[in-house]
């Protein structure tokens, strides 16, 4: 990635283009956040309905009180602790940022990426004071990017090759979507964790000193936390360690064509594989490579062994949970047919 790769993209992104650009955690796609119109290109880009906000990106040192009509002393604490890095801060928003962002709530989701092209980026964007207004540079719904083959992936069938600018900066090395942290309604519900992530809860807490609640029926809307997201086009399963090894070999003895990922080391009968490590840095890291990969195995299912419970694990099971969302009752119906 060249220095004059980057001061195009930025150039591009002043006259109100598109541009795909790597973060830590996903494959961003990029539009000036303060031109309606360049953010209304995303959502038709993404066929992504028009009431869902998205995040702000903005470079080290971004001034908050120019997103945020409020900016609570919480809001500073984490961005000294956590900026540039995989943490969304909602806040309310200032007056200036337009519907589109905000999806016509009252609040704006702001993040600092710490990927060195985003923040190269993000500097040379007018001068380090703007701020570039990117969901995950995938189809709605889909599973996010995380290189920029993946982004081509997505969006070159429908626009045809350079369509969209893509700056490659290599995998992204977190691999799940930042934490979303709602300090919009502070005095009333407290700190909210909307989405969880590479960043935790306890992590959070031990720098406002307040553990972030799970999200209540009034908490902003978040596209993200739909029931279902994140999902590949087969369908997705998730099968306990224990019943793995047998249930692979009952649905190949049936003729199914079944993929699995895995973290365990076992023997398996399946049409593809992909073994993730037993880690949740590393897991995050591989597991949607490894979704895309076993999408294209051309299977009926995909059947993923449920990762560990612990907290660790929360962002890559809230994950799972939702790319499998739809698919319930699948593994039955596979067994029970004739
Ligand atoms: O890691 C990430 O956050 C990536 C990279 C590109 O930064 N972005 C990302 O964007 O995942 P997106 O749009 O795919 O997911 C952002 C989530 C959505 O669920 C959106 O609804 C929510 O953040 N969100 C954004 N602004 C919000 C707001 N003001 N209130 C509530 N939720 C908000
Ligand atoms: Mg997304």
Not at 35 to 50: D, L, S
Not at 101 to 118: K, W
């Amino acid at each position: 990635m060249t220095e004059q790769a980057i001061l195009d993209a930025a150039a591009r992104l002043e006259a109100g283009a598109l541009v795909a650009f790597p973060t830590e955690t996903v494959y961003g796609l990029g539009a000036d956040a303060e031109n309606p119109a360049a953010v209304a290109a995303i959502y038709a880009a993404k066929g992504r309905p028009q009431d869902h906000p998205v995040i702000v990106h903005v470079a080290p040192g971004a001034d908050l009180d120019y997103w945020a009509a409020e900016v609570p002393d919480e809001a500073r604490k984490l961005a000294r602790a956590f900026w540039p890095g995989p943490l969304t801060m909602i806040v309310k928003r200032h007056a200036h940022i337009p519907d589109a962002v905000s999806g016509g709530q009252d609040t704006v989701g702001i993040r600092c990426p710490s990927h060195p092209v985003a923040m190269a980026l993000l500097a040379a964007f007018k001068g380090g004071k703007g701020g570039v207004a990117a969901p995950s540079a995938n189809k709605f719904g889909n599973v996010s990017p995380t290189t920029a083959q993946h982004v081509r992936d997505e969006f070159n069938e429908e626009f045809g090759a350079g369509a969209i600018t893509v700056l490659d900066g290599g995998a992204s090395q977190v691999g799940i979507e930042s934490t979303i942290v709602d300090l919009s309604r502070l005095a009333t519900h407290g700190p909210v964790l909307l989405r969880p992530g590479h960043i935790g809860a306890a992590e959070i807490a031990a720098v406002i000193g307040a553990m972030p609640a799970a999200p209540d029926a009034a908490a902003p809307r978040a596209s993200g936390t739909l029931e279902s997201h994140y999902a590949p086009k087969a369908p997705v399963a998730l099968a306990d360690t224990a019943r793995l090894p047998g249930l692979l070999t009952t649905l190949a003895g049936r003729g199914r064509r079944v993929a699995v990922i895995r973290y365990s080391p076992m023997l398996v009968q399946a049409s593809a594989q992909e073994l993730l490590p037993n880690e949740p840095a590393g897991y995050a890291f591989g597991l949607y490579a490894a979704l895309r990969t076993m999408d294209r195995a051309d299977v009926e299912l995909i059947l993923v062994e449920t990762p560990p419970q612990h907290d660790a694990w929360l962002g890559i099971n809230d994950r799972l949970r939702r790319a499998a969302f739809g698919s319930a009752g699948i593994i039955d119906r596979f067994l029970t047919a004739e």
